[in-house]
């Protein structure tokens, strides 16, 4: 009985372990596809854990990052932890479907498996298609494991207008780039 108890504890860890590795890579593989410049001025929808908020944060000299997050306790959560390493950086409570932003305020927006669980995913995408400049950037990820489909998601895109979309695959996951 002992064994077996043992048996699948190791098991959790094993898989715990994939899926840290595999969202450390989905992490990576957005920063490198945003290509940060100094200057940017960046929305983030979704904060997470906010480790890809502080990476973003420490490369950006003169831009600026902006994070909404529908959660207020995680908003406090991430403000408070990078209270001292917030640089350039700002978190909001905000929804996708209401960004609280003036029009074409930023370059670039991004979203890590954040936008496909909005309630109104098409209103999500015309509040970002609104807060970017014109040829702006948004790079959406997309969990590929829970079913969502690639066409689905370049077919919403190019009904709110944007334009030059490409797709980058890596594991389980794929990062569309779509230009306004």
Known sequence: MLENRLYKRSD??????????????????????????????????GIGNGTVFKSITKKLK?????????????????SRANRKN??????FHGYPEDIPFDDRTFNKVFSLHTVQSC???????????????????FYISIDTNTGEKEKTYIQ?????????????????????VAVK
């Open 12 to 45: 959790f860890w094993k898989l715990f372990s994939r899926k840290y590795k595999l969202t450390k890579t989905i992490e990576h593989m957005m920063i490198d596809s945003i290509d940060i410049q100094e200057n940017d001025r960046i929305l983030e929808i």
């Open 62 to 78: 003169k831009g600026s990052l902006k994070s909404i997050d529908p959660s207020k306790r995680k908003v406090r959560q991430i």
């Open 86 to 91: 917030m640089g350039n950086g700002e978190v």
């Open 119 to 137: 309630t109104d995913i098409r209103l999500a995408l015309r509040e970002i298609y609104r807060v970017l400049q014109i040829d702006g950037r």
């Open 156 to 176: 919403l895109l190019k009904d709110q207008h944007f334009r030059d979309l490409s797709v980058i695959r890596r594991a389980s996951c794929l990062c569309i």
